[in-house]
């Protein structure tokens, strides 16, 4: 191997050393951090899981606070409740249609 090579190697395995310090020194100090956005997102999925709907908290107004409403859908438990999805032809050709209604019991 020559002797650039080994070099590149070392700085290379240097520099990864580096940042994986880097990152558990971030690791230690933020520890169990979790975003106010997604620590929002995880609120309402709660709230809805528990049967008080959309809302941020329970016994207020539904407001649409989350950014995302299929990430929150996702983080309810999915034994909570039920989609039943239904898809329907229009045109009786045997094409696909799409007229989809999709219900969440």
Same mark, same amino acid.
């Given at each position: 191997?020559?002797?650039?090579?080994?070099?590149?190697?070392?700085?290379?395995?240097?520099?990864?050393?580096?940042?994986?310090?880097?990152?558990?020194?971030?690791?230690?100090?933020?520890?169990?951090?979790?975003? &106010?956005?997604?620590?929002? $997102?995880?609120?309402?999925?709660?709230?809805?899981?528990? /049967?008080? =709907? !959309?809302?941020? @908290?329970?016994?207020?107004?539904?407001?649409?606070?989350?950014?995302?409403?299929?990430?929150?859908?996702?983080?309810? &438990?999915?034994?909570?409740? $039920?989609?039943?999805?239904?898809?329907?032809?229009?045109? /009786?050709? =045997? !094409?696909?249609? @799409?007229?989809?209604?999709?219900?969440?019991?």
């Amino acid at each position: 191997m020559p002797a650039d090579s080994r070099r590149d190697t070392s700085l290379f395995l240097a520099g990864l050393l580096v940042a994986i310090a880097i990152l558990a020194v971030h690791i230690v100090q933020y520890g169990n951090f979790i975003a &106010d956005d997604a620590g929002i $997102t995880f609120a309402y999925a709660k709230n809805l899981a528990r /049967g008080d =709907g !959309l809302v941020l @908290n329970p016994g207020t107004d539904p407001v649409e606070g989350y950014s995302n409403a299929t990430y929150t859908a996702t983080a309810v &438990d999915p034994e909570v409740y $039920t989609v039943r999805v239904r898809a329907r032809n229009g045109c /009786g050709a =045997g !094409l696909p249609s @799409n007229d989809v209604v999709v219900t969440i019991q």
